[in-house]
């Protein structure tokens, strides 16, 4: 079993130095609100062009491109899932979509990957369950990753801060 290190800091995710950032996307990949339109404006429009020969992608999956302007190496476009009460495997979706993201990282040799808290926006995730979503995959089911080493979780707001630092703190 390797040793992943997992950091949660507040910040922008575009300005990560990581070899990969993840992307909150939407199935068409073509950007959209939030995370996802800074992401694009901040890669510049070659990634809009990459995103469109990618033809979309599914809920819970990802896919990988550039990352252009931005400092990282690579954008993984996760799509997570659309909160409808809880019981249309909403969290199977979410926690599918971290893990194809990092099966991706390390498949392109990743060693750092930053995401954001996927779904938790205009996808109307709940915070707390999305974030024990998380914690849970990387304690207890992260896939067998042979490059990827540090995970950064990067909080837009001051409340996912807080639940992703006591979810990992004894991490």
């Known amino acids: 079993m ?3 290190s997992v950091e949660v800091i507040l910040g922008d995710l575009t300005k990560q130095n990581t070899d990969a950032i993840v992307n909150a996307a939407n199935k068409s990949l ?11 404006r901040a890669a510049g429009p070659q990634l809009l062009e990459a995103c469109k020969k990618l ?6 999956n990802a896919k990988i491109t ?5 400092p990282s190496k690579y954008i993984i476009h996760a799509v997570g899932p659309v909160w409808r009460g809880g019981n249309s495997q909403e969290a199977d979706l979410l ?8 099966k991706l990282a390390d498949e392109n040799q990743c060693t750092s990957i930053a995401f954001p808290n996927i779904s938790t926006g205009v996808y109307g995730f709940p915070k707390e369950k999305a974030a024990a979503v998380v914690a849970d995959l990387v304690k207890n089911h992260l896939p067998e990753l042979s490059f990827v080493k540090h995970i950064v979780f990067v909080c837009f707001d001051e409340e996912n801060f807080q639940i992703y630092q006591r979810e990992f703190e004894n991490q």
């Open 2 to 4: 390797n040793t992943i």
């Open 30 to 40: 073509l950007g959209g609100g939030g995370v996802d339109g800074a992401i694009h």
């Open 55 to 60: 033809n979309g992608c599914e809920t819970g």
């Open 66 to 70: 550039k990352a252009y302007d931005l």
């Open 95 to 102: 926690a599918n979509a971290y893990k194809t993201s990092l």
